[in-house]
């Protein structure tokens, strides 16, 4: 039987497989997360978005997931239905959000028109992104339960920073292809890159159904049940001894902290290169496309590293040191050299390698396995109360703070920024970033969990 259990899993050829088709539905998944952020110009131009419609928009990521707590629920139903059922049912969710927020973007029906305050077009689109996100942020803790089944004990860091450097691809590809696709074809049409975001999440559903055979044969080279024995089954009371784990809470705050001054970021970079960096909208997304390009290479590297190394906790020191320096650098006005802007990049890309490679698999190291859907999942939660309220707190402060006159490019009116306060909010998440890092380390030296040690059991 131990033969027989062995056989999938300590196959080299199938576990990377398995990695390589969940990850494609996650790059899918990625694409969509980004592609507006490097149309807030044109959206501006033309169908009047403002800055605030614009954070308005982007704090819809967090709707759902963090007022109605579709994370938390998501975890408990992935830890308690497995991977295969909770995957295809966050694909189609995904899937379902894209194709309302399409229809917002794309028809004229919602035009003029507000409800509650906010326009009519901004408040559907959001609602679909809303929707995706729940699919989106589901599918990301399912994978990563799939990455820990295949890789546990082996190369589970380096198989997490694949994983995540190839969602990263996604964000990069959308950085700097949407504005060239809304471009093509001699006219101007910022719903056409969602149109192809829809396409490929199709097909990311159909990859993930693909995996799911996969998965079936794992359980049964393993010979057990997905459910785990009652004995052994997740509770919700469970709960309760996770939130009350100290190092759980250091690593939730560091995620959110630390992803609010780079995802947040990565929505108004693009125009951040416009305005301060004097690059051609056209032209703009490629830099900050570099960063994503950056984590394809280094998340692997240093997740490699950690898997036979270690030093967990000292990685993600370093990466939020690293997060403070570009963004207090970005918020310097007289440095607008766009050479200088590609160097912060690049380097703020190195930082985003590092906390990410150390961090996500550190968590089975704090969290019993039967327990790490719904961890992942609170984890996320936590994350996504930045990710929905840091976009909203930068267009307010934008539109309010920010405004230094009007320009035309493009052939259409738009309002030129000064951005110097927005990077000063993003460095004093970093510093805070940098305090939970260490406080994790001294967590980890009390409680001896392990984060400095390496993930390959010799």
């Not at 960063?291 to 370093?318: E, H, Q, V």
């Not at 006159?405 to 940098?434: E, K």
Request: glycine share 8%.
């Amino acid at each position: 039987m131990d033969t027989i259990r062995k056989s999938l899993r300590e196959s080299r050829t199938a576990r990377w497989a398995a990695l390589a088709v969940v990850a494609f539905t996650m790059l899918c998944g990625y694409y969509l997360t980004d592609v507006m952020a490097p149309l807030k110009g044109l959206l501006e131009g033309q169908i009047g978005w403002t800055s605030d419609d614009f954070g308005t928009f982007n704090s819809a990521y967090g709707w759902f997931n963090v007022f109605l707590l579709m994370l938390i629920i998501g975890g408990i139903v992935l830890d308690k239905m497995g991977v295969r059922f909770t995957g295809v049912t966050a694909a189609c969710v995904m899937v379902a959000g894209t194709a309302i927020k399409y229809w917002a973007v794309s028809t004229h029906s919602l035009d003029n028109q507000m409800l509650w305050g906010i326009k009519s077009q901004v408040l559907v689109a959001g609602l679909g992104f809303a929707i995706f996100a729940v699919g989106v942020e589901v599918a990301g803790i399912t994978v990563s339960k799939v990455i820990y089944r295949w890789f546990k004990g082996k190369e589970l860091a380096l198989a997490m920073g694949l994983e995540m450097a190839t969602a990263r691809l996604g964000t990069a590809l959308a950085l700097s292809t949407s504005v060239p696709i809304a471009k093509a074809f001699g006219t101007l049409d910022v719903s056409r890159p969602i149109l192809l975001c829809l396409i490929l999440l199709c097909i990311g559903l159909i990859s993930f159904i693909m995996y799911t055979f996969m998965d079936k044969k794992l359980e049964a080279s393993d010979a057990i049940h997905e459910v785990p024995s009652e004995e052994e089954e997740f509770k919700v009371k469970d709960i309760i001894s996770i939130v009350t784990n100290r190092g759980w809470w250091y690593i939730a705050i560091l995620c959110v902290l630390f992803y609010s001054a780079v995802f947040p970021f990565l929505k108004y970079a693009t125009d951040l290169m416009v305005n301060k960096f004097n690059v051609d909208q056209s032209l703009a997304g490629n830099i900050p496309a570099l960063l994503p390009f950056g984590n394809i290479l280094l998340t692997p590297l240093f997740g490699s590293i950690y898997d036979r190394k270690g030093k967990g906790a000292t990685i993600m020191i370093i990466g939020s040191l690293l997060l403070i320096l570009v963004h207090a650098l970005f918020s310097v006005p007289f440095l607008n050299s766009w050479i200088l802007a590609i160097g912060l990049i690049l380097v703020l890309g190195i930082g985003f390698s590092l906390v990410p490679s150390a961090m996500w698999p550190s968590v089975p190291k704090i969290i019993p396995e039967k327990q790490l859907g719904t961890a992942y999942a609170l984890i996320f939660w936590v994350q996504n109360w930045g990710l929905m309220g840091v976009p909203f707190l930068i267009g307010k402060v934008l539109d309010k703070y920010c405004v230094t006159g009007q320009t035309i490019r493009d052939g259409l009116t738009v309002n030129t920024y000064n951005y110097t306060i927005p990077m000063l909010i993003f460095t004093s998440f970093g510093i805070l970033a940098l305090l939970f890092a260490f406080l994790l380390k001294a967590e980890d030296k009390k409680k001896g969990y392990g984060l400095e040690l390496p993930n390959i059991q010799k």
